[in-house]
């Protein structure tokens, strides 16, 4: 049975940094691809970054690029998402994802398995 459980929420100012952290248990980490999700109150969840099996690709929406950095590091069975210069807008409940993929692919669909969700306010 796969588990995720994501930690590293909180509140934090504008322009501030927060690191997420997606621990997983019951499968081979390095066997999915991996992702962060996001949903803001009245929006729907949107994909904002993700990882190939081994970690050597990733991909990222625009309005996150170059501001958020996602990582993993199978032999700890962990994944995470380095936020820097928050906004107001990145408000949301933030989910992390897992699926079977091919070696060097991007997922950015078809995720399967997810967290529970750690949430991130970003206010002054």
């Known amino acids: 049975q796969v588990h995720l459980v994501e930690s590293g929420g909180g509140s934090v100012q504008p322009g501030g940094s927060l690191r997420l952290s997606c621990v997983n248990s019951?499968?081979?980490?390095?066997?999915?691809?991996m992702a962060w999700f996001r949903q803001a109150p009245g929006k729907e969840r949107e994909l904002i970054a993700a990882?190939?099996?081994?970690?050597?690709?990733?991909y990222y929406t625009n309005s996150v690029k170059r501001r958020f950095a996602i990582s993993r590091d199978n032999a700890k069975n962990t994944m995470y998402l380095q936020m820097t210069n928050l906004q107001p807008e990145d408000t949301a409940v933030y989910s992390c994802?897992?699926?079977?993929?091919?070696?060097?692919?991007?997922?950015?669909?078809?995720?399967?398995?997810w967290g529970q969700g750690t949430q991130v306010i970003v206010s002054s």
């Open positions: 019951g499968y081979t980490m390095s066997d999915y691809a």
């Open positions: 990882i190939s099996r081994a970690g050597t690709k990733t």
């Open positions: 994802a897992a699926r079977t993929a091919v070696t060097g692919e991007v997922a950015t669909s078809g995720y399967r398995y």
